[in-house]
């Protein structure tokens, strides 16, 4: 159909003449067949009328003296026109008096009253016959003196009167059409005289938009389309004096712009450079700060190990507490550092929300206790465990909380609330409130305490210390998290700080092709209920995850079967107990299980209604590992069971029923010791770490290389792995991956935990272990204290460190600090992690320690040569009671003999231009020297590792010169230690 609006100017004209003219001579064709219509009809009947008159005065005496042949005569004249085709009189009755033609057939029909009456009025006319032969009758009255005495009726055919009617309506038509042609020839004519200037100037147009050509358009016009082209050279003439200007002025512009981003990329490469130098400098000055501060905190350590008293005693905690103090203040400034910069980022892992509870809990209780403070954790029952977010900075959040609450509160309570605040089937936003009754938080400090560097109490004389960052930095983490934090109190009543955030649930679909059967692929499961129907779900359920599934419908049928597995050795790893049993109940029967030796190494979970839930307490007094509301979600059902066993599930239980056998090979074995396998390829640190895991009541087994501890993994049963990252031949990460793949082809889940060892603790290096399948992190050197708290979150050991002063943390950051702050070997390490950043989502690792100088150092009273660090040949004799000496001797003589033979390859690697050497060997050396106490000379290999990370060997002969002139005054000191002949 044509569309008029995107027609072209010459269609548009056309179209206007067309309509103009057509509906023109149309109208007039129209009115002119209208009007011949109506005039040849109205002629032709008054002609009828005519003539019926002319009879009706011929037949009166007719009529009146009934004379029929007479009228019939007067009838026979209408013969002469041939379009008369019948005529009849009637008389004053309305009967037939006479007719024409006088014979035909039918007779005309007689007149009734109606149309005398009528006739009586005026004339009467019918219209009768078919529309190609049309009839026309009329009826006239015949009078004498104002009677009607009869009437006088003609019937016309008018077959001729259109036929004429045509012919004159076709000559009209043939000349509308001749003058529409006509009109079409003109308008064509006249039509190019309109569009072809128009034309000329679109061609125009187009030229200026798709080639700046300005050319004008020449015209010899006069009218209206002259002006308008006239209008649009001016126009052109404009646009392109505009755009000279425009060319120049671009010109100009382009010149600025090219200084202005030269002067910005400037200004950018300072920036970025004094970013940097700010956040070297920060992580120098941390690293300078920690230096002096392990010497004090490590001497602190040590000396409280020794006969004290209570005045010396105090001012030794006063010491240590201070160290602690300002190692949480350098942790917030590195953390706020990372805020500033934008450099904070979270993650998104699967991970179970209870544990990550139960962890903060067990961290802040003592410091409760010793402050005479109750602490509750309220969590409700209806939360989800299995949840997707950041573990580490919720985490960080939670401490950051708890440890004010405890530091603000003298006495009273604090109460830890977790509560869903709105949950769907994909997600759950959940909120944890953090009550205590402490000092409360003013209403003018509301509005500015979670503003950096701010503080309820700013004032010079107030009683609490810290740097304000704390809050700050749980701002940027919540929101970061998508969540909102906020605090709500009554001054001198406590506060509660609380804070939001939206949690993904797991997703545990076994139909999905990316579900990981092997977890539980294998695994046996008890279902004790009453009801058949739920325990058949829970049942078709777990075989959805390939775990062979039983049910028990009683505490006794379930204790029948769970002994009968036992005796065919092929017993359960977990059972799901309902809370509502009819005999004894799921937490009776939870505890019986785990008072028995021959059960009590089986999973607990404990199924109960909002109702029923049993507390905290009680789930851990009865053994219980997890306790899931009914009807219970799928995914955390799935995490409890996939969740590695913590050292200390159960063990309330199994305390009351003696000694439990062990669940996987997380724990020890029943009477016997738990097996470590040491993976380390430095002599010196070899010697030590083993004398710390044999004064923890561990065996050691060793290996030398990634290698040999895939070896011994595959060959022997180990409770626990200790995997030094930097190793020959086969790596720590890559010999971590290769356990894992092992492990999952046997079939076990992730039983054997692995624990991170390494001089360095660099940004990525988490990731790495993580990534590689590492379960915790700890820095070298660290102390037995530190290695004791890190392998007590995966085992349970059979005796704890030696005793350390004690110490209440001035907050959450002091205590998880005080793993790492109370060395008494100095570090060599790169730059440390806050302790945020440190460890996976079960625990924080201790931060690592940079060496000291021997001028940091205050040395003992007995002589000492100066180029070794006499606290770390103390630490070295206290791991081993009785024997101190023997050992130092043997880590003195190991690292002596060990020492020239990686200088050796330092030279060849040198030589060789091979940095990947020359890291990894100053690497290993950099710990071995701060184990025997060579400060200085930790401190060159650290600088040889340095160097060779860049990849360039550049200065490292001067570097391996100064080595050995330092090695040599390290080998004279030792030797004055050493026995003769040694």
């Given at each position: 159909?044509?569309?008029?609006?995107?027609?072209?100017?010459?269609?548009?004209?056309?179209?206007?003449?067309?309509?103009?003219?057509?509906?023109?001579l149309?109208?007039?064709?129209?009115?002119?067949?209208?009007?011949?219509?109506?005039?040849?009809?109205?002629?032709?009947?008054?002609?009828?009328?005519?003539?019926?008159?002319?009879?009706?005065?011929?037949?009166?005496?007719?009529?009146?003296?009934?004379?029929?042949?007479?009228?019939?005569?007067?009838?026979?004249?209408?013969?002469?026109?041939?379009?008369?085709?019948?005529?009849?009189?009637?008389?004053?009755?309305?009967r037939?008096?006479?007719?024409?033609?006088?014979q035909?057939?039918?007779?005309?029909?007689?007149?009734d009253?109606?149309?005398?009456?009528?006739?009586?009025?005026?004339?009467?006319?019918?219209?009768?016959?078919?529309?190609?032969?049309?009839?026309?009758?009329?009826y006239?009255?015949?009078?004498?003196?104002?009677?009607?005495?009869?009437?006088?009726?003609?019937?016309?055919?008018?077959?001729?009167?259109?036929?004429?009617?045509?012919?004159?309506?076709?000559?009209?038509?043939?000349?509308?059409?001749?003058?529409?042609?006509?009109?079409?020839?003109?308008?064509?004519?006249?039509?190019?005289?309109?569009?072809a200037?128009?034309?000329?100037?679109?061609?125009?147009?187009?030229?200026v938009?798709?080639?700046?050509?300005?050319?004008?358009?020449?015209?010899?016009?006069?009218?209206?389309?002259?002006?308008?082209?006239?209008?649009?050279n001016?126009?052109?003439?404009?646009?392109?004096?505009?755009d000279t200007?425009?060319?120049?002025?671009?010109?100009?512009?382009e010149?600025?712009?090219?200084?202005?981003?030269?002067?910005?990329?400037?200004?950018?490469?300072?920036?970025e450079?004094?970013?940097?130098?700010?956040?070297?400098?920060?992580?120098?000055?941390?690293?300078?700060?920690?230096?002096?501060?392990?010497?004090?905190?490590?001497?602190?350590?040590?000396?409280?190990?020794?006969?004290?008293?209570?005045?010396?005693?105090?001012?030794?905690?006063?010491?240590?507490?201070?160290?602690?103090?300002?190692?949480?203040?350098?942790?917030?400034?590195?953390?706020?550092?990372?805020?500033?910069?934008?450099?904070?980022?979270?993650?998104?892992?699967?991970?179970?929300?209870?544990?990550?509870?139960?962890?903060?809990?067990?961290?802040?209780?003592?410091q409760?206790?010793?402050?005479?403070?109750?602490?509750?954790?309220?969590?409700?029952?209806?939360?989800p465990?299995?949840?997707?977010?950041?573990?580490?900075?919720?985490?960080?959040?939670?401490?950051?909380?708890?440890?004010?609450?405890?530091?603000?509160?003298?006495?009273?309570?604090?109460?830890?609330?977790?509560?869903?605040?709105?949950?769907?089937?994909?997600?759950?936003?959940?909120?944890?409130?953090?009550?205590?009754?402490?000092?409360?938080?003013?209403?003018?400090?509301?509005?500015?305490?979670?503003?950096?560097?701010?503080?309820?109490?700013?004032?010079?004389?107030?009683?609490?210390?810290?740097?304000?960052?704390?809050?700050?930095?749980?701002?940027?983490?919540?929101?970061?998290?998508?969540g909102?934090?906020?605090?709500?109190?009554?001054?001198?009543?406590?506060?509660?700080?609380?804070?939001?955030?939206?949690?993904?649930?797991?997703?545990?679909?076994?139909?999905?092709?990316?579900?990981?059967?092997?977890?539980?692929?294998?695994?046996?499961?008890?279902?004790?209920?009453?009801q058949?129907?739920?325990?058949?779900?829970?049942?078709?359920?777990?075989?959805?995850?390939?775990?062979?599934?039983?049910?028990?419908?009683?505490?006794?049928?379930?204790?029948?079967?769970?002994?009968?597995?036992?005796?065919?050795?092929?017993p359960?790893?977990?059972?799901?107990?309902?809370?509502?049993?009819?005999?004894?109940?799921?937490?009776?029967?939870a505890?019986?299980?785990?008072a028995?030796?021959?059960?009590?190494?089986?999973?607990?979970?404990?199924?109960?209604?909002?109702?029923?839930?049993?507390?905290?307490?009680?789930?851990?007094?009865a053994?219980?590992?997890?306790?899931?509301?009914?009807?219970?979600?799928?995914?955390?059902?799935?995490?409890?069971?996939?969740?590695?066993?913590?050292?200390?599930e159960?063990v309330?239980?199994?305390?009351?029923?003696?000694?439990?056998?062990?669940?996987?090979?997380?724990?020890?074995?029943?009477?016997?010791?738990?097996?470590?396998?040491?993976?380390?390829?430095?002599?010196?640190?070899?010697?030590?770490?083993?004398?710390?895991?044999?004064?923890?009541?561990?065996?050691?087994?060793?290996?030398?290389?990634?290698?040999?501890?895939?070896?011994a993994?595959?060959?022997?049963?180990?409770?626990?792995?200790?995997?030094?990252?930097?190793?020959?031949?086969?790596?720590?990460?890559?010999?971590?991956?290769?356990?894992?793949?092992?492990?999952?082809?046997?079939?076990?889940?992730?039983?054997?935990?692995i624990?991170?060892?390494?001089?360095?603790?660099?940004?990525?290096?988490?990731?790495?272990?993580l990534?590689?399948?590492?379960?915790?992190?700890?820095?070298?050197?660290?102390?037995?204290?530190?290695?004791?708290?890190?392998?007590?979150?995966?085992?349970?050991?059979?005796?704890?460190?030696?005793?350390?002063?004690?110490?209440?943390?001035?907050?959450?950051?002091?205590?998880?600090?005080?793993?790492?702050?109370?060395?008494?070997?100095?570090?060599?390490?790169?730059?440390?992690?806050p302790?945020?950043?440190?460890?996976?989502?079960?625990?924080?690792?201790?931060?690592?320690?940079?060496?000291?100088?021997?001028?940091?150092?205050?040395?003992?009273?007995?002589?000492?040569?100066?180029a070794?660090?006499?606290?770390?040949?103390?630490?070295?004799?206290?791991?081993?009671?009785?024997?101190?000496?023997?050992?130092?001797?043997?880590?003195?003589?190991?690292?002596?003999?060990?020492?020239?033979?990686?200088?050796?390859?330092?030279?060849?690697?040198?030589?060789?231009?091979?940095?990947?050497?020359?890291?990894?060997?100053?690497?290993?050396?950099?710990?071995?020297?701060a184990?025997?106490?060579?400060?200085?000379?930790?401190?060159?290999?650290?600088?040889?590792?340095?160097?060779?990370?860049?990849?360039?060997?550049?200065?490292?002969?001067?570097?391996?010169?100064?080595?050995?002139?330092?090695?040599?005054?390290?080998?004279?000191?030792?030797?004055?230690?050493?026995?003769?002949?040694?």
């Amino acid at each position: 159909m044509l569309n008029f609006e995107r027609s072209g100017l010459s269609q548009k004209l056309t179209i206007i003449s067309v309509l103009t003219t057509g509906s023109a001579l149309l109208l007039v064709f129209v009115a002119f067949a209208v009007a011949s219509i109506l005039s040849h009809t109205s002629e032709e009947r008054k002609q009828l009328t005519s003539l019926a008159d002319v009879i009706g005065a011929n037949s009166v005496s007719s009529l009146l003296y009934a004379d029929r042949p007479t009228a019939e005569q007067a009838l026979a004249a209408l013969a002469v026109k041939s379009d008369i085709t019948r005529a009849a009189l009637f008389d004053r009755d309305g009967r037939l008096f006479a007719s024409y033609p006088a014979q035909r057939e039918p007779a005309p029909i007689a007149l009734d009253a109606p149309r005398l009456r009528q006739l009586a009025s005026g004339e009467l006319a019918e219209r009768d016959g078919p529309p190609w032969a049309p009839l026309l009758r009329l009826y006239r009255p015949v009078r004498v003196r104002q009677h009607v005495i009869g009437a006088v009726m003609i019937e016309a055919g008018q077959a001729s009167l259109w036929l004429g009617i045509l012919r004159n309506l076709g000559i009209t038509a043939a000349a509308t059409v001749s003058s529409f042609g006509l009109a079409l020839v003109l308008s064509a004519r006249f039509r190019e005289g309109i569009a072809a200037p128009i034309a000329q100037l679109i061609a125009a147009a187009d030229k200026v938009s798709s080639s700046q050509t300005y050319a004008q358009v020449q015209h010899q016009r006069s009218d209206e389309l002259g002006t308008l082209i006239d209008s649009f050279n001016g126009m052109l003439a404009q646009i392109e004096s505009r755009d000279t200007k425009l060319a120049q002025y671009r010109g100009e512009l382009e010149r600025q712009v090219s200084i202005r981003t030269a002067q910005l990329e400037k200004a950018k490469d300072s920036a970025e450079a004094a970013s940097q130098a700010k956040s070297a400098f920060l992580a120098n000055m941390s690293h300078e700060i920690r230096t002096p501060m392990n010497g004090v905190l490590g001497m602190a350590e040590l000396l409280a190990a020794t006969e004290l008293t209570e005045t010396q005693r105090h001012y030794t905690s006063m010491v240590r507490r201070s160290g602690e103090h300002l190692l949480v203040i350098i942790n917030d400034i590195l953390d706020f550092s990372k805020v500033e910069a934008g450099k904070l980022t979270v993650e998104y892992i699967n991970f179970n929300l209870r544990e990550l509870l139960d962890d903060i809990e067990n961290v802040f209780a003592p410091q409760a206790q010793a402050k005479g403070i109750e602490m509750e954790f309220a969590v409700a029952n209806n939360i989800p465990l299995a949840i997707c977010g950041d573990p580490n900075r919720l985490r960080q959040v939670i401490v950051n909380l708890l440890g004010n609450a405890v530091k603000f509160t003298d006495q009273g309570r604090i109460k830890v609330a977790v509560r869903v605040a709105e949950e769907d089937a994909q997600s759950a936003r959940l909120r944890i409130e953090v009550q205590d009754t402490g000092i409360g938080v003013s209403r003018e400090a509301r509005a500015h305490i979670f503003d950096s560097f701010s503080q309820g109490d700013g004032s010079t004389t107030r009683k609490h210390g810290g740097t304000g960052l704390g809050l700050a930095i749980s701002k940027q983490l919540v929101e970061l998290m998508g969540g909102s934090i906020g605090v709500d109190n009554a001054l001198g009543r406590g506060s509660v700080f609380w804070f939001t955030v939206q949690f993904d649930k797991r997703r545990v679909d076994a139909d999905d092709a990316g579900f990981q059967q092997k977890p539980t692929k294998g695994l046996r499961a008890l279902v004790v209920d009453r009801q058949a129907e739920s325990a058949l779900a829970l049942q078709r359920l777990l075989g959805r995850w390939h775990l062979q599934g039983h049910c028990a419908p009683s505490a006794a049928d379930a204790l029948r079967e769970l002994h009968a597995a036992a005796a065919r050795g092929t017993p359960y790893d977990v059972a799901l107990l309902d809370m509502g049993l009819d005999d004894i109940g799921g937490l009776a029967l939870a505890a019986e299980i785990k008072a028995d030796p021959d059960i009590s190494g089986i999973r607990l979970i404990l199924l109960a209604s909002e109702r029923n839930a049993a507390d905290q307490v009680q789930r851990r007094a009865a053994g219980v590992a997890f306790q899931l509301i009914k009807p219970v979600r799928e995914p955390d059902l799935y995490d409890c069971i996939v969740t590695p066993v913590r050292a200390n599930e159960g063990v309330g239980a199994a305390a009351h029923g003696g000694a439990s056998q062990s669940q996987a090979s997380l724990r020890p074995r029943l009477g016997q010791r738990p097996r470590a396998l040491l993976a380390e390829d430095n002599p010196v640190n070899v010697e030590v770490a083993s004398a710390m895991l044999r004064g923890l009541g561990m065996e050691v087994a060793c290996a030398a290389n990634g290698e040999e501890a895939l070896a011994a993994v595959r060959a022997g049963d180990y409770d626990l792995v200790l995997m030094d990252c930097m190793m020959p031949v086969m790596d720590g990460m890559a010999a971590t991956a290769e356990i894992r793949r092992l492990e999952q082809q046997r079939g076990r889940a992730r039983a054997t935990p692995i624990v991170a060892i390494t001089a360095n603790a660099l940004q990525g290096d988490r990731e790495r272990c993580l990534a590689a399948g590492m379960d915790d992190y700890i820095s070298k050197p660290f102390s037995q204290q530190a290695l004791a708290d890190t392998l007590g979150r995966w085992i349970a050991l059979p005796r704890p460190a030696p005793a350390a002063l004690p110490a209440t943390a001035p907050d959450s950051r002091a205590s998880a600090s005080a793993l790492s702050v109370a060395l008494a070997v100095r570090a060599a390490s790169g730059q440390a992690p806050p302790a945020s950043a440190v460890g996976n989502h079960k625990a924080h690792a201790p931060p690592p320690a940079e060496p000291a100088d021997a001028s940091h150092v205050r040395p003992p009273l007995q002589a000492m040569p100066a180029a070794i660090n006499p606290l770390a040949l103390d630490a070295i004799r206290a791991l081993s009671a009785g024997q101190g000496e023997a050992l130092l001797q043997r880590v003195l003589a190991t690292f002596l003999q060990d020492t020239p033979r990686q200088l050796a390859a330092l030279h060849e690697a040198v030589a060789e231009s091979d940095p990947n050497t020359i890291r990894k060997t100053a690497h290993s050396l950099k710990s071995s020297s701060a184990n025997v106490g060579a400060d200085t000379l930790a401190r060159l290999f650290r600088d040889l590792e340095q160097l060779a990370r860049t990849g360039q060997t550049d200065g490292a002969a001067d570097l391996i010169a100064q080595l050995e002139r330092e090695f040599q005054s390290v080998r004279h000191s030792l030797s004055l230690i050493l026995p003769k002949g040694a």
